[in-house]
């Protein structure tokens, strides 16, 4: 039994979840389909995958054997499109890590405008906010904004935009503590804080005289922008978010801008990926699916 098509089945089996649409999609028999994991199975003397009459799921051993496998086989298709100078078509699943203010209505419009353009592609992504290890969780691509200096030199990072995050407020809360008019006025003001930034709420605001540090007073941390923002909406205090997120808020008045000409944020996002040399086809379009839209990439509130 060919060894190579019986990876493209695992792969298929892998990322389908099923011997049933793997095999429809590769022109096999579901059973044929389960032959070729077998073969594979046999070969490595291990479990690939857990497999009931309803579910199928990767072991451990089959998760690290997919994401080799599966670059492996994007590698191995690009090579041959270049050797037989034919264009490759995007396809597979795109594993996509992001920040969790990814979760928005643009960014859902973007992905599915790309897959309009290209329907062999399927996205898993990750809204978990965490950093993580694209090599070994077999990411093929993340979002991160922050300065090109803290970004892992191991990585390929491409600019897409500048983003920028804005310092927003309830009415009810500006009402019970007093709107600030100078950057002084922050100081002692309820902080609704992203876990990265300074603990003690000392933080360094670039105004336009210059740089000044505000002392806020943290109330709440978090890791999610989606809470800090439901918790601002309730009035425990001001926070940073990208204005993609609170421009609704903004215009129907839930939520004020404080300062928005003396505060500024920004930095830029990035699309970060490993440094191979073939890059599939699904992550270089999508890649330049992104370059291409610069007003669908809306800030972003830390570096993540």
Request: hydrophobic share 45%; charged share 20%.
């Amino acid at each position: 039994m060919d060894t190579l098509t019986s990876l493209r089945v695992f792969c298929a089996v892998a990322e389908f979840k099923s011997f049933t649409a793997a095999a429809d999609r590769l022109g096999l028999s579901p059973a044929m389909a389960s032959k070729h994991v077998m073969h594979l199975e046999n070969r490595l003397g291990t479990r690939l995958l857990n497999r009931t009459s309803r579910h199928v799921s990767m072991t451990e051993s089959g998760m690290l054997y997919f994401n080799q496998a599966r670059q492996m086989l994007d590698g191995l298709d690009e090579v041959e499109a270049a050797v037989s100078n034919v264009t490759v078509m995007p396809r597979g699943t795109l594993r996509l890590s992001a920040p969790v203010w990814a979760a928005n209505t643009l960014v859902a419009r973007m992905i599915a405008e790309y897959h309009q353009r290209y329907p062999d592609v399927r996205f898993d992504m990750d809204l978990s906010g965490r950093i993580v290890n694209l090599v070994d969780e077999g990411f093929d691509l993340a979002l991160r904004a922050t300065s090109p200096e803290r970004l892992d030199p191991n990585l390929i990072a491409r600019p897409l935009t500048r983003v920028a995050f804005h310092l927003v407020g309830s009415p009810a809360y500006l009402s019970r503590t007093g709107r600030p008019s100078e950057l002084a006025d922050l100081n002692g003001h309820a902080l609704l804080a992203y876990s990265g930034m300074n603990a003690n709420g000392s933080i360094a605001v670039a105004g336009q005289d210059g740089t000044q540090t505000v002392n806020f007073r943290p109330v709440m941390q978090s890791e999610n922008e989606i809470m800090l923002h439901l918790a601002a909406l309730e009035g425990m205090g001001l926070v940073f978010l990208p204005m993609w997120m609170t421009q609704n808020d903004v215009s129907d008045g839930r939520l004020e801008m404080v300062l928005p000409k003396a505060v500024t944020f920004d930095a830029t996002l990035h699309a970060v990926y490993p440094s191979r040399k073939y890059l599939s086809a699904k992550v270089r379009t999508f890649i330049d699916f992104l370059a291409s839209r610069p007003n669908l990439c809306l800030g972003t509130t830390e570096d993540r």
